[in-house]
């Protein structure tokens, strides 16, 4: 049985907007996106080249930015989908394990790898879902020029990392964790 300041530790105040990092890593959920954009992007990253090399055989031309502005098309595309909900309303939620699925990715284990652990270890500190991904954003910026992952590659996971902020922005809607709803029919 939880005496009273355990039960006080579990409940949030209502505005109170941050990740929990025990309630992140506890959910099924998360680990299930993280595998998802882990997978989604190591297939793009992998196949979309050999496969527009294929179709657009032009010997001598590089497809480079080509392969770039498609697979960049598909990673936004895929955050999209991720981030809306639809419920009773549209809601957008912080897909915080996905974009560092992605990362996996996109910036190689490495940068990946460190800028998880740098962004919990700061997670005490930041408010929102969408100051912890504009901070896990400059993280990655950081270590990708440090650790020399690929400038357009760091970019775009930067940009990856604080496009839900964006679209927030844009729809003047708060990132909010997703709460699942139970209704009520009484008959």
Excluded at 9 to 27: A, M, N, T, V, Y
Excluded at 40 to 51: D, E, H, R, T
């Amino acid at each position: 049985m939880l005496n009273r300041d355990e039960e006080v530790k579990r409940h949030r105040q209502p505005s109170d907007h941050s990740l929990w990092i025990g309630e992140e890593f506890g959910r099924f959920r998360n680990w299930v996106d993280l595998t998802r954009g882990f997978a989604g992007a190591s297939a793009v990253v992998l196949f979309l080249a050999p496969i527009l090399n294929e179709l657009i055989a032009v010997q001598g031309a590089s497809n480079n930015k080509l392969i770039f502005i498609l697979s960049a098309g598909i990673f936004f595309a895929a955050i999209t989908i991720q981030m809306i909900r639809i419920e009773e309303r549209m809601s957008l939620t912080p897909p915080v394990f996905f974009i560092f699925g992605l990362a996996f990715a996109i910036v190689g284990p490495d940068v990946a790898l460190l800028a998880f652990i740098a962004i919990w270890a700061i997670n005490v500190a930041l408010p929102n879902p969408s100051v912890f991904l504009t901070a896990y954003a400059t993280i990655v910026v950081a270590l990708g020029v440090m650790l020399k992952s690929g400038n357009l590659n760091t970019i775009l996971m930067a940009g990856l990392a604080v496009f839900p902020p964006f679209v927030a922005i844009l729809f003047r809607r708060r990132l909010a964790r997703f709460k699942k709803r139970r209704k009520i029919v009484v008959r």
